[in-house]
């Protein structure tokens, strides 16, 4: 579905000093009379024509609503928001080079060209093949045919084997057999009919390792161009401008001209920014790699080396962010100056963290959340899935309008199918399948058979949306009646159990195809840890705190609160939709969900801010790795450089307009979103642009 693709403490704070997002100050005393049963907003299967709100997905708690917040402009330009990767090894990923020069091979005179060529031809005629392997090429293809080999080896003739060979293996063996024999300078291609057609190559296109390792070594006689002996993977660090991850990964398997599953990475990134992160793919020379450079738009490859393993999602510790909030006001009635509301709200932040919810892009930018698909899914209503993934939304991709009303009017799969745009995915893919049940006559369509021709990562992801739907709707909850304070029956990582169910594993390891691979990041967070109860002996030893505690999403491999009112909160919120907690596993495999633990609390590292002025809304406000490294090498090899671009932070060049700067630090699955609006105070779901900017 392509709103998908538009898209991942020490303070002690009580219930009564946290309230819903929408309960002005003034009321709060009398929201915290009001009964504590959880009442999520009843839902319709009719799309909404304003679009999803915080409180439709269960995000209704702010830790510290008594602090004011400001507004802002969140990703106005690309440039106001970086990310940068952190490595398994707590290192932050920066490009710190754009690989390497490559020598230009001196260029030759035709004089020149006409003796090499005549030398080489002198070469060939009195060219021997080695005994041992003649002797072979013999055994295999016969006297005859090895005498017309020579023949075209010495004066650039064709030929064709007289045998044929059926088995894969031994031609293979034959083609490595006659690369060895001649030097690597003779093609030989397999016919339809399973004989060799054999000639003199027009180009040195093979070459020995040995001559290649030769002729790729740097001045100091490293080979590789100084990065060292090859490996089965090269990794490297790649920049990138207002492209999302998946775009780039197929971008570089369409030059390198291998299989997009090729190219992996640790995480998905933002679009709308600027982002470095490491990948991996394997082989490729790192020579192709580097040239990509010179043909990239928007993309910049450097931090070459090789390794044994290739990445994979989930290697990685998280994200540094660095955002620019432009055009900030507070308002009139915050009673306290920018500087105080951000000095105490990053006290707070740094102290207590913020809730971890499920950003909003979890749950998509269209009218129809995709809960509400995973809801209506887990009920088995194939039906209602597809009517609503079909559906005429007010909020969906423009170009998508014309075939939802032909849907809705006709029922013409095929029609529909034709004005319905490709980067719908889940449209296209239910259309297609419509489509051919009705060219088979069929009159009673096969919803079920439908919806499994969506790629399998997209299909179960709504599913797993309804999942973090119940986990933030319990996770509000959970803080508006205990706050920060750790309490018995809360659930704690048990590290002295790690395993899982097979069912789990089964399910985690289902196989996938390329295609689903763009979906994937949102499926890697079901980790298969275990959980336990807090005891009252542990939260009087004050054992645990508030960090330590986790929720799960629903789902038949997980433990619930040991405490009742947390637990019961599943039951009563699951209720209202017809499904029970208790009952996660299904005929369809794909949507028998285990569950996973996530924790209740995130606390960001190294989070600064700064406040800067400026005068136009398309000045620069931090500077990008790529602006910092090519001024940096312009001011060491003495050439021009602009001394406002050598680090992160330009200096206040004072103006009207004020921007806030924030840096920080966030785990795996932990989302950016949630920190500004815990800093801000805003509504998250009303700023489009602060879409997919998931750790």
């Given at each position: 579905m392509s709103e998908l693709e538009d898209?991942?403490?020490?303070?002690?704070?009580?219930?009564?000093?946290?309230?819903?997002?929408?309960?002005?100050?003034?009321?709060?005393?009398?929201?915290?009379?009001?009964?504590?049963?959880?009442?999520?907003k009843e839902q319709s299967n009719a799309p909404s024509s304003d679009g999803i709100t915080e409180s439709d997905v269960g995000i209704t708690w702010f830790l510290t609503p008594e602090l004011p917040g400001f507004s802002g402009q969140i990703k106005q330009r690309y440039t106001d928001f970086l990310v940068n990767e952190i490595d398994k090894q707590g290192s932050v990923v920066h490009l710190t080079d754009k690989g390497f020069k490559?020598?230009?091979?001196?260029k030759k005179t035709k004089s020149e060209e006409a003796e090499e060529e005549k030398a080489e031809l002198e070469k060939r005629k009195s060219f021997q093949v080695d005994a041992e392997l003649r002797a072979k090429l013999v055994e295999v293809l016969g006297e005859s045919d090895v005498a017309k080999i020579e023949e075209v080896y010495r004066n650039v003739t064709k030929m064709e084997t007289t045998k044929r060979f059926e088995d894969k293996a031994e031609r293979t063996q034959l083609h490595q057999l006659l690369r060895a024999a001649f030097n690597n300078q003779l093609e030989s291609v397999t016919s339809p009919e399973n004989t060799f057609h054999i000639a003199l190559a027009t180009r040195k296109s093979r070459v020995s390792r040995k001559d290649l390792i030769d002729r790729n070594r740097d001045a100091n006689g490293v080979e590789n161009w100084g990065y060292g002996p090859t490996k089965d993977f090269v990794h490297f660090t790649t920049y990138k401008e207002n492209k999302d991850t998946m775009d780039v990964a197929n971008i570089l398997a369409r030059y390198l001209r291998v299989p997009t599953r090729l190219i992996r990475y640790a995480g998905t990134k933002d679009r709308r920014a600027i982002t470095c992160q490491r990948m991996s793919v394997s082989k490729i020379g790192v020579e192709r790699l580097?040239?990509?450079?010179?043909?990239?738009?928007?993309?910049?490859?450097?931090?070459?080396?090789?390794?044994?393993?290739?990445?994979?999602?989930?290697?990685?510790?998280?994200?540094?962010?660095?955002?620019?909030?432009?055009d900030v006001e507070i308002a009139p009635d915050a009673g306290l100056p920018l500087e105080k509301i951000l000095e105490e709200s990053c006290s707070s932040i740094r102290n207590n963290g913020f809730i971890n919810y499920y950003g909003m892009q979890r749950f998509g930018t269209f009218s129809v959340s995709t809960h509400e698909i995973g809801k209506w899914i887990l009920l088995g209503d194939w039906k209602t899935v597809a009517d609503l993934i079909l559906a005429e939304q007010e909020n969906v991709l423009p170009v998508s309008k014309e075939?939802?009303?032909i849907w809705s009017d006709t029922q013409d799969a095929e029609a529909a199918l034709q004005k319905m745009p490709r980067q719908c995915v889940a449209e296209n893919a239910i259309l297609n399948n419509f489509a051919e049940q009705q060219r088979n006559g069929s009159t009673n369509l096969d919803y079920f058979q439908a919806i499994n021709k969506i790629p399998r990562n997209l299909r179960t992801m709504y599913a797993h949306a309804y999942q973090s739907y119940i986990w933030n709707a319990v996770a509000s909850k959970r803080i508006e009646l205990f706050g920060l304070k750790i309490v018995a029956g809360d659930l704690v990582l048990d590290s002295s159990a790690t395993g899982t169910s097979e069912d789990?594993?089964?399910?985690?390891?289902?196989d996938t195809n390329e295609e689903d691979e763009d979906f994937a990041e949102d499926l890697r967070e079901a980790q298969f840890v275990r959980a336990r109860p807090?005891?009252?002996?542990?939260?009087?030893?004050?054992?645990?705190?508030?960090?330590?505690?986790?929720?799960?999403?629903?789902?038949?491999?997980?433990?619930?609160?040991?405490?009742?009112?947390?637990?019961?909160?599943?039951?009563n919120v699951m209720s209202k939709d017809k499904l029970d907690?208790?009952?996660?596993?299904?005929?369809?495999?794909?949507?028998?969900?285990?569950?996973s633990y996530r924790n209740v609390i995130h606390k960001p590292t190294n989070l600064e801010y700064k406040i800067l002025h400026y005068s136009s809304p398309t000045q620069q406000l931090v500077n990008t790795d790529l602006e910092i490294l090519n001024n940096q090498k312009g001011k060491e090899n003495h050439q021009r450089y602009m001394k406002d671009k050598l680090n992160r932070f330009p200096e206040d060049k004072g103006g009207d307009s004020i921007a806030v700067i924030l840096t920080f630090k966030l785990g795996v699955s932990a989302y950016a979103t949630m920190l500004l609006r815990e800093l801000m105070k805003v509504e998250s779901s009303r700023r489009g642009d602060m879409c997919a900017v998931r750790s």
């Open positions: 898209r991942k403490r020490d303070r002690d704070f009580s219930g009564e000093n946290s309230v819903p997002v929408d309960s002005p100050e003034s009321s709060r005393d009398e929201h915290q009379d009001k009964k504590s049963k959880l009442e999520p490559m020598p230009k091979p001196p580097n040239a990509l450079n010179r043909v990239l738009k928007g993309v910049t490859l450097g931090g070459f080396n090789f390794e044994d393993q290739s990445l994979s999602l989930g290697d990685l510790q998280g994200n540094e962010f660095t955002i620019a909030i432009r075939a939802r009303k789990a594993k089964e399910g985690a390891n289902a807090v005891t009252q002996d542990e939260v009087d030893a004050g054992k645990y705190n508030i960090e330590d505690v986790v929720l799960p999403t629903p789902g038949f491999d997980v433990v619930y609160p040991g405490n009742e009112t947390l637990r019961e909160l599943y039951v907690p208790f009952d996660m596993r299904r005929k369809a495999r794909d949507f028998s969900l285990a569950g």
